[in-house]
């Protein structure tokens, strides 16, 4: 056979199991023999004092958050490493936050900036290029009430901004890589100063480098007046890392969940589990499978039970009350997260309410230490089995869930004559494969994707050469059908486009998570860790994916009567395309 040639990129999973933790680039406080590395001084806490906040500080700090972010990524010194941005806020702070007016805050800032030198001449600082995807956005600084001396300073460090390789920021593979960020993991509860870094550095971060920052639901110029309060007022290492993670979610990313760090959130939601998994169906939250099928009969509850009441609270005002704890690209997706915990607690049970075979039930229902259960996040895979068998009727079935790169031979010589093949993506692919190449006729292309540009920050282009499924001598002539529901995520969903572009490929299924493209991490004060989609990921024809996710051509879901069934309602609808004539 010849060599399947499919350009696929590995899209790492933000979810915490199934995936091995990476230290993100400059996360170790190391020396690396810059100037910025050498200067500890804040090492023990900030010492900030905030005063009582009005609406006149509160624009104050909006502002500095703004130029200390455009600062870090456009000046050519800072770029170079000379200076430890972090502890440069902490430097200006106690004085900006004395400014009586208007005109003592933008003296404050301009005598601050000039400290750090004269900007040279930058000739190779042209102007966007007018083929640019997205441009940059520095409309602030005209819409700032600042006076014309800041302003000038401002657009003259963005017209000889730093320029090839940057202290903190590189773009790798097109998704930007957050450089020699201190994580101070031992901070975390990060006094106040730290936890205003905390908050400058991520809007930062999303305002230069985030590729899908125009997708937020809010308009991402407002989001950093909105948290200063709650960042600074955060009491306790709880309400901080709630803050961290209500801020990450605003930017409406599957992808951007916190992965590492979060010790205080994940205590405050308990150890203890029900023996069943629930998931959203119709709009109910239905047990859907035992963790562990003994403890079914102690437990009294069947497949396909609706749980309406959790300790007296309806099931959706927990959801609503709660959904903003669980960043998400799309509803579908945040449901999928919140499932997972809804019936978790610190303590041994907790009371809920039910409906089993139409009639309404209360009880109390015990709960299991996650070590005494079988527990699985978004699907359950079976790593002994096969990852491909042949079903009734002549149709090939393969599961992404567990497939090997050295599979693909043996199933394309399985299924080589069948009437059609069934592809489940409802999982994440265990490894990358070229699968995808048996299913054209000829070389296309699948996906377009956007990076962005250290040089000019803010600016995204299209990537010129578009990953291509190249055609090997010889095609599949069967139907292909694609399963897939909200746990297909990220390469889930890039793999899916490219089944998608095959002769004779329909996709059935929901709506998938909407975080289509390679991760970047980034650290937070206080140890904490997350990322977002760091690649803009679109259709040949420009359609974009992410938050939209992958648009099945045939919407099926399960149903709570299929579920009582037993039934795989999207597998017999994927048979049942393949039988049509």
Known sequence: MKKIVFVLIILT?????GCKEHEPAGGKESESGFPADKDNEFADGSGIVFPELNDQLLTNLELLGKIWGFLKYHH???????FNWDNELFRILPKYLKANNNDDRDKILTDWINQYGAIPHCATCSATSTSAYIKPDLSWIEKSNINKDLRDKLNEIYQNRSQGEHYYISIETLKPAFLHERSYSGMVYPDAGFRLLALYRYWSMIQYFFPSK???DKNWDDVLKEYIPVFISAGDQLEYELAAVQMIGEVNDSHAVIVGGGDAIDASRGDKYAPFRVWFIEGKLVVTEYYNPEFKASTGLEIGD???HINGETVESIV???KKYYPASNEPARLRDMSFDLLRSKYNSINIDYISSGQAGQKELHLYDQYSLNLYGWNKVNTDEKCYKLLD????YVTLASIRSEDVSAIISSFSNTKGIIIDIRNYPLTGTDFPGYFVSKTVPFVKYT??????PGEFNFFQEEPLINYFGQAYQGKLVVIVNEITQSAAEYTTMAFRAGDNTTIIGSRTAGADGDVSSIMLPGGLLTRISGIGIYYPDGRQTQRIGIIPDIWIEPTIAGIREGRDELLEMAIKVINEE
């Not at 999973?13 to 199991?17: I, K």
């Not at 050519?76 to 000379?82: D, L, N, Q, R, S």
């Not at 009727?393 to 090939?396: A, T, V």
Request: proline share 3%; aromatic share 6%.
């Open 214 to 216: 125009y997708l937020t």
């Open 320 to 322: 609503e009350n709660l």
């Open 306 to 308: 609706i749980i309406t």
């Open 76 to 82: 050519p010194a800072i770029g170079e490493g000379k």
């Open 451 to 456: 990076g962005g540009n250290a040089d000019n």
């Open 13 to 17: 999973l933000a979810f915490e199991s």
């Open 393 to 396: 009727g002549n149709i090939g």
